[in-house]
């Protein structure tokens, strides 16, 4: 079991940035990847951006450029730099874990972009 507390969402000016946490209840050296997915109303959930253990990110082509998301094995946590904020940015950021036996969902944070 791992829990996932996200953190740092928030109100933003468009061109603004952010800077999401996710922290872990255990260890997540070895949860091969660490991810963020976003999800605005009356839309449906979808991928951000992913980080294996490695090291090797994936970025949905609508953040690539934008944004960064790194992970510290160490400090059991990931995090994902938001630059150039959108409007069409703001949803619900959520962080998740694929482990081997299971999938985990931190509870979520609102970023909210206006212009």
């Known amino acids: 079991q791992v829990q996932l507390v996200e953190s740092g969402g928030g109100l933003v000016q468009a061109g603004g940035s952010l800077r999401l946490s996710c922290a872990a209840s255990?260890?997540?050296?070895?949860?091969?990847?660490m991810g963020w997915y976003r999800q605005a109303p009356g839309k449906q959930r979808e991928l951000v951006a992913t980080?294996?253990?490695?090291?090797?990110?994936n970025y949905a082509d609508s953040v690539k450029g934008r944004f960064t998301i790194s992970r510290d094995n160490g400090e059991n946590t990931v995090w994902l730099q938001m630059n150039s904020l959108k409007p069409e940015d703001t949803a619900v950021y959520y962080c998740?874990?694929?482990?081997?036996?299971?999938?985990?969902w931190g509870q979520g944070t609102q970023v909210t972009v206006s212009s």
């Open positions: 998740n874990a694929i482990a081997l036996v299971a999938t985990y």
């Open positions: 255990r260890s997540i050296f070895s949860i091969n990847v």
């Open positions: 980080i294996t253990s490695g090291g090797n990110a």
